[in-house]
């Protein structure tokens, strides 16, 4: 019988080994936010998100500040984000600084979303694309206020770093329904078929008219979908239901 001799590189500790074990044994969103945070302050970073775009929707997970991830959903900016284009556009985990000259030349509103982001204290960082199937992507994203966080980062092995991606990826699909606690959990079937609709930029009443329902139906469950989450405003409502994952 051939018997292989151990490779010394399996019982080394990789960068990614503790992010992979606390994926594997996350029991609710919140212990994969704090795995994501623990893991992006031991390697250098301050922030990490994680968004999925499905065609004009985006869904996000991250410890960014509410400020910047409001901002960011109502403005839509994951159209304009050099990072979320490189992501599309390639395959391999790359690093990143908005520091960086080329970006001089983008139009208009990319320079003003770069100084923007800037100003929230995102310089620097580390990004996983993600293909998820049907032509979507996602990506997940470890960020920093200042560009020492790449010293390390541009030696994290690519493979690993894409391979804790998949997982997460695969953990919040798989999971989001099981994980849904509280009352935002109980939306109603229509409640968040209406909020998916509004989400897509329908007035409530051309979501009455493709649902071939009465408006006020529509608009009694949209404000009952808005009550469940907490939320003061239906642009509030979108963005935490995005967040959530529920829609």
């Not at 490189?86 to 030349?105: E, M, T, V, Y």
């Not at 071939?212 to 405003?233: F, I, P, Q």
Request: one cysteine or more.
């Amino acid at each position: 019988m051939f018997i292989a001799n151990e490779d010394p590189s399996m019982s080394k500790r990789h960068h990614f080994d503790p992010l992979i074990e606390a994926i594997t044994t996350a029991r609710d969103p919140n212990a994969l936010g704090e795995a994501l945070e623990s893991f992006a302050q031991a390697q250098g970073f301050q922030h990490f998100a994680y968004l999925r775009l499905d065609g004009s929707r985006w869904r996000a997970v991250s410890n960014y500040s509410e400020e910047w991830q409001d901002r960011y959903y109502v403005q839509d900016f994951s159209r304009i984000d050099p990072i979320v284009k490189a992501a599309k556009q390639g395959a391999h985990p790359f690093c990143w600084s908005l520091h960086d000259a080329i970006l001089n030349r983008e139009s208009k509103d990319v320079i003003a979303f770069r100084d923007e982001a800037i100003a929230h204290g995102i310089v620097a960082g580390l990004s996983i694309p993600i293909r998820v199937g049907f032509g979507h992507r996602a990506v997940l994203t470890f960020a920093s206020s200042d560009t020492a966080c790449l010293k390390d980062a541009v030696r994290m092995d690519i493979i690993e770093a894409a391979a804790a991606a998949a997982m997460l990826h695969f953990a919040f699909s798989l999971r989001r329904k099981r994980w849904s606690s509280g009352s935002a959990s109980k939306l109603t079937p229509f409640e968040t078929t209406c909020l998916s609709w509004v989400a897509e930029g329908k007035t409530m009443q051309d979501v009455a008219d493709l649902l071939e329902e009465k408006y006020s139906r529509v608009r009694g469950s949209v404000d009952k979908a808005r009550g469940k989450l907490d939320a003061v405003t239906l642009q509030q409502a979108t963005a935490v239901a995005a967040r959530l994952m529920l829609i």
